[in-house]
């Protein structure tokens, strides 16, 4: 379809919908996609849960670009490329750079309402940050919510386009492979959370931009929807993934048990807050010369290690130094969650336990977000575009969302107009299926899963803790496609069944990296290979024709166009 709205049709085999283009996800990378290519065509936006849950909206420190003229794109590049430990591919770190400030333009042109700040001669600028790994301040942000301030502006221009359609609360199930076309897709199989049952959303072009999987963890700083699903989904398509090896836990989540997964950003250590004992004592000098403002891994281990050898239950942020007016200015919302839990940061340190945050791999692309099938495209943290390496650094992820948004929309406008596939799709089967009363098995597994990863495949790892999660993976993997089989769908089943999945890459990749690097350390192997390659799993049918297993591929990444 080229113009009107999108279409509803009832086939005998049930609800179909139409559209252009299907954008799995509701965060920053499928919003920003969804307003770019709304002009040109007809687009459906799937949410998981309502259209504001998703990490996007929390989200606290901000967006990297180069503003400040002492600043400049090589600086932002060579940032970058330390922070990822040798691994970030320079060319896709340079492309992302580079297009940053055009991307900022855009979204300010929306309204984003980045702090601004009157210099000395009067002139009124944007107030610009400075978190870990940044060797300038370069980080556009609206007071420590930035997440929540891009997920209601764009929400709001999303709200207003024809052209877009909403589907709130809707889980995707898996990508639909064509049955004429090699590598292509002709839609997806949703599941109306409210109606509870199946539906197909019939598209020429999909994009996932689902986020990533760090919900496999026990402790994380996600919410509940970051389950890994675009990844899982991608992998069972035929996709390669790279790097899942590489999970980012961040440093400082607030340690209350009212808390579970507040985020107390790293702009805090950018304006001088420092890390310490109960006692106040300081620690990260010992551990890197940068001290406070060292990268996240580093400070990860740091914390994980001083609370491994005190047997403390948490460490301490300090910013009480600060004045008070600074503090809460730039710093509102965290004020008022810990004074809400009795915590006042102008006069006391913040407790903080490490937790994890971010997916640095994902499914493999190329400049223009396109994945290894011809119309599926990949955007955002659910990505491996070669950016982040081995470990993201703070405030490049909400900038990659918008740049490959931007790339892939305009590849997706350049292939417009397109025909209407009539491609018969298979009907979703029930027939053999019935409404299950085990859903504490769902529920134990779940907690088993995630209990060990942390456990096993956490901040530090060693061979024998990699081997015993496989073990357990592989269990857990045959409970549920035996579960899967026989039961009708739930949301929890979708995403046990999906984390189950991202699990096994992680572990995969985890267990082929023989070295110490970023985000990955492990005991078995401290040191680092002298010439360090991205970890690529590939699919067995992208070789073969059989079904999804993972191959492990050696050498130098080939995602890039």
Not at 34 to 48: E, G, N, P, T
Not at 171 to 183: F, V, W
Not at 268 to 279: K, M, S, Y
Request: aromatic share 8%; with cysteine; glycine share 8%.
């Amino acid at each position: 379809m080229k113009s009107g709205s999108s279409s509803l049709t009832s086939t005998p085999n049930g609800i179909e919908h139409r559209c252009d283009v299907l954008i799995i996800g509701s965060g920053a990378a499928g919003l920003s996609l969804a307003l770019k290519l709304a002009d040109h065509c007809q687009v459906i936006v799937l949410s998981k849960s309502d259209r504001n849950e998703g990490s996007t909206r929390y989200a606290q420190g901000g967006i990297a670009a180069v503003f400040d003229e002492q600043d400049s794109i090589d600086a932002h590049v060579n940032d970058t490329l330390n922070a990822g430990g040798g691994l970030c591919e320079e060319p896709a770190v340079r492309f992302t750079t580079e297009r940053a400030k055009e991307a900022l333009e855009w979204l300010i042109s929306y309204g984003v309402p980045f702090d601004r700040e009157k210099t000395e001669s009067g002139e009124d600028k944007f107030h610009l940050t400075r978190e870990g790994g940044h060797s300038h301040r370069r980080i556009l942000h609206a007071a420590d919510a930035t997440g929540e301030a891009l997920q209601i502006t764009l929400n709001d221009a999303v709200s207003t386009h024809p052209n877009i359609h909403f589907f709130e609360r809707y889980n995707a199930i898996d990508l639909i492979p064509s049955q004429t076309e090699e590598n292509t897709c002709v839609g997806a199989y949703v599941w109306n959370r409210q109606q509870e049952h199946v539906e197909v959303i019939r598209a020429p072009f999909i994009a996932l931009a689902t986020g990533g999987g760090s919900k496999v963890y026990q402790y994380t700083s996600n919410p509940d929807v970051s389950s890994g699903d675009g990844i899982a989904m991608a992998w069972r398509a035929g996709c390669r993934v790279s790097n899942m090896e590489f999970n980012q836990f961040h440093p400082t989540c607030l340690f209350h048990p009212q808390a579970r997964n507040f985020l107390i950003t790293e702009a805090l250590r950018g304006e001088g807050a420092n890390l310490c004992h109960a006692d106040g004592t300081r620690f990260m000098h010992k551990f890197d010369e940068r001290g406070d403002l060292a990268p996240r891994d580093v400070v990860a281990r740091a914390i994980d290690y001083e609370m491994k050898r005190l047997g403390a239950d948490c460490m301490y942020l300090d910013i009480s130094h600060k004045p008070a007016d600074f503090i809460v200015k730039h710093f509102p919302n965290i004020y008022r969650k810990c004074r809400s839990l009795g915590i006042d940061i102008t006069r006391e340190p913040i407790p903080v336990v490490p937790a994890a945050h971010y997916s640095c791999g994902g499914v493999v692309t190329d400049f223009n977000a396109k994945t290894d099938l011809n119309n599926v495209y990949a955007i955002g943290e659910v990505a491996y575009t070669g950016l982040h390496g081995a470990n993201r650094m703070a405030s490049n992820s909400l900038l990659e969302c918008v740049v490959f948004a931007s790339a892939a929309a305009d590849h997706i406008i350049s292939s417009l107009p397109t025909q209407d596939c009539d491609e018969v799709i298979a009907p979703w089967d029930e027939s053999q299926v019935s409404n299950s009363d085990e859903e504490v098995i769902i529920q134990h597994n779940w907690h088993e899963l995630r209990l060990f990863m942390w456990d096993y495949v956490g901040i530090v790892r060693t061979d024998k803790r990699l081997e015993r999660a496989m073990r357990r993976i592989k269990l857990l993997e045959q409970e549920i496609t035996e579960y899967y089989s026989h039961f009708r769908v739930s949301n929890n089943l979708l995403e046990l069944r999906n984390l189950v999945t991202v699990a096994e890459l992680i572990v995969r990749c985890a267990m082929a990296r023989k070295e110490s690097r970023g985000l990955h350390f492990n005991l078995d192997h401290p040191g680092q290979l002298s010439n360090p390659k991205p970890t690529v799993l590939v699919p067995r049918k992208q070789l073969s024709g059989e079904d999804v297993g993972a191959l492990i591929t050696e050498g130098s990444f080939s995602g890039m166009s």
